[in-house]
């Protein structure tokens, strides 16, 4: 055994080196930035991946409630129901440990990011878990939710997890949108849509914001306190992100708990409100999970969790917690690790954790079908 000894003593040394690598930026103080080649990174071809990005700019309007409008216009009784923004240009960051290896436009522009808005909501889950406010994912809604909302044979049977995954095929309206008008099939017509059997829990993945905020409202009730101010207590204080980034909900979701009236929240931008946020925090939110819910020596976010939510569901293989898989199925990048994960909005936002070359990639306003080939080329810079 004395043998063994030097060798778990460099082991355990090895791993605190590791651990220690990473650079974790301070709140208003200037972030660190390194050369790429004092990391063995190839600058010209980390530049031509940058330049990528600029390049192919979103298609869509600045002007985020026409774009808005225009990207769900078949959607029946679709309208613009919390706050929008005028958005910026392309702007985005790569770190690698922690250090500013790149970055484009303005970083510390404050805009919408819509379906980005999930993974931090997903996190807000994890939270409850690690708190114990919820005993598992695995639970039914119903037996924490009674005011109806999840009453009925149906209903009833829905679990965290399925709300997560988007497997739920809860059935209702809520703040006046009706689960079967968000995002219908092509095919059928109105009647279809409308009149067509909810499809068992955890059976089929779809993608609908009525399904998400309904999962904003239970975890509000659950916590018994606004979304945002949980997300600024637990996550953002705590990793020094800024005091300019902001969660909005629907005009008229106003809900009251304890006597005390609160906002819940939705879950994307798809009729407005959401979650508004500068590059920077966005980046910093990405290196907490790049460093498995640790930020510097306090555990934030349990590991558990993170390997939870970025597990593959059954009915999608390329979705966890509401973090996109990059595993072999639909929405696979060629060429790519299958161990990537990432957050993705509407019009091209996007944080990308690449753990196996301990980078967090931030893009802002990227043609969303640009996504895998700019991670290509940014491979192209490690490799």
Do not use: C
Not at 371 to 380: A, H, S, V
């Amino acid at each position: 055994m004395k043998q063994l000894l030097p060798l778990v003593l460099l082991m355990s040394i090895s791993l605190a080196a590791a651990q220690e690598a990473y650079y974790f930026p301070e709140r208003n103080v200037a972030w660190q930035e390194k050369s790429a080649k004092d990391l063995n990174v190839n600058a010209d071809k980390l530049y031509a991946a940058v330049s990528f990005a600029e390049a192919n700019e979103y298609a869509g309007s600045r002007d985020l409630r026409r774009a808005i409008l225009k990207g769900f216009e078949r959607e029946p009784f679709h309208k613009i129901l919390g706050p929008t923004k005028k958005r910026g240009g392309p702007a985005g960051m790569i770190l690698k440990n922690g250090e500013i290896i790149a970055k484009w436009g303005d970083t510390k522009r404050v805009d919408m990011t819509f379906s980005v808005t999930k993974s931090f909501l997903s996190t807000m889950a994890g939270l409850a878990e690690d708190r114990a406010l919820i005993a598992s994912a695995t639970d039914t809604v119903a037996n924490y939710i009674w005011d109806g909302t999840f009453d009925g044979e149906h209903n009833s049977k829905i679990t965290w997890e399925q709300l997560l995954q988007q497997n739920s095929a809860w059935s209702g309206e809520l703040w006046g949108g009706k689960d079967w008008a968000d995002r219908p099939p092509k095919e059928g017509g109105i009647d279809a849509w409308k009149f067509e059997k909810p499809k068992e829990p955890g059976t089929v993945m779809e993608y609908n914001d009525v399904r998400v905020n309904v999962l904003a409202y239970a975890l509000t009730n659950v916590w018994r306190k606004p979304m945002p101010l949980v997300l600024k207590e637990n996550i953002m204080d705590k990793i020094g992100a800024s005091t300019t980034w902001r969660w909005y909900g629907y005009e008229n979701a106003w809900i009251e708990i304890d006597g005390l009236k609160m906002k819940s929240v939705t879950g994307g931008g798809h009729s407005g409100a959401g979650l508004f946020i500068s590059t920077e925090d966005m980046a910093r939110f990405g290196l907490l999970f790049l460093n498995k819910g640790k930020w510097k020596e306090e555990q934030i976010i349990s590991e558990s969790w993170i390997e939870k939510a970025t597990s593959p569901s059954k009915p999608n293989v390329n979705y966890g917690y509401m973090w996109w898989l990059n595993k072999k199925g639909s929405r696979h990048w060629e060429g790519l690790s299958e161990n990537i994960y990432y957050a993705a909005g509407f019009g091209g936002n996007f944080i990308v954790i690449d753990k196996e070359h301990d980078m967090v990639v931030v893009t802002r306003w990227l043609e969303p079908s640009k996504i895998g080939e700019f991670m290509k080329l940014l491979k192209e810079s490690i490799d």
